[in-house]
């Protein structure tokens, strides 16, 4: 059996949709520990519901950036994680982390990477630079977490088309659909032992 940890700071969508999937498929997975850097996020009332232990870890409450990576690789490896998945997280995760769970990480971003990514393209802004770029297709992205934000190997992709009448807000729906759908699908993969990282390139095994 796996064990899953969720970093997320906000609703946490796409955690209930991961969760959802997890138990309708009957995966080898389980959510063992939710993350945030924000005391009281309504994710956090899903992961209560479900039994899930809720940790609240903000930086800025910490003496320096290297104690708070330590506390939360001391977490980590208490509660024997093994797969981390980022779910509207909005810090960056520490190198340590990274490094402690290399091509152990998953992400979503609602665009198509490697565009419109980077520090602030999150929410509202990513979609409203992609109907200001005129692009014609919007979407979604899951990656592997590098220690740069948005950049790390791409898993998985879906698209939708960009209306002319759109605005952020109706791109940012039909984009979340997609990521509900294509997230839950990678971390299958992911547990299942289906994803081989060459590189930049990642190959989806049979």
């Known amino acids: ?5 969720a970093f997320a700071s906000g609703r946490g969508t796409n955690f209930t949709a991961i969760l959802h999937h997890l138990t309708q498929h009957s995966l080898p997975a389980r959510y063992v520990l939710l993350v945030s850097d924000r005391a009281n996020p309504p994710v ?19 003496a320096s950036a290297e104690e708070y990576a330590a506390r939360l690789v001391r977490d980590l490896e208490r509660y024997r994680v093994d797969w981390i998945t ?16 290399h ?3 998953l992400n979503i971003h609602p665009a198509l990477l490697p ?10 802004r990513v979609h409203r630079a992609v109907i200001e770029s005129g692009m014609k297709v919007s979407g ?18 879906d698209t939708v088309p960009v209306r002319y009448d759109d605005t952020p807000d109706s791109l940012a729906h039909r984009v979340l659909e997609v ?11 992911a547990v299942m032992g289906k994803i081989r990282v ?9």
Do not use: C
């Open 179 to 189: 990521e509900h759908r294509i997230y839950p699908q990678a971390v299958e993969l």
């Open 140 to 157: 979604a992205t899951v990656h592997l977490v590098d220690e740069q934000y948005d950049h790390g190997p791409i898993i998985l992709q």
């Open 44 to 62: 956090a009332e899903v992961a209560l519901s479900a039994g899930i232990p809720f940790l609240h870890l903000n930086p800025k409450g910490f």
């Open 115 to 124: 565009f419109f990514g980077g520090p602030g393209m999150y929410g509202e």
């Open 198 to 206: 060459d590189g930049r390139r990642v190959e989806i095994l049979p």
């Open 86 to 101: 980022l779910a509207g997280y909005l810090k960056m995760v520490p190198a340590a982390v990274v490094q402690g769970w």
């Open 103 to 105: 091509d152990r990480i």
């Open 1 to 5: 059996m796996m064990n899953l940890a």
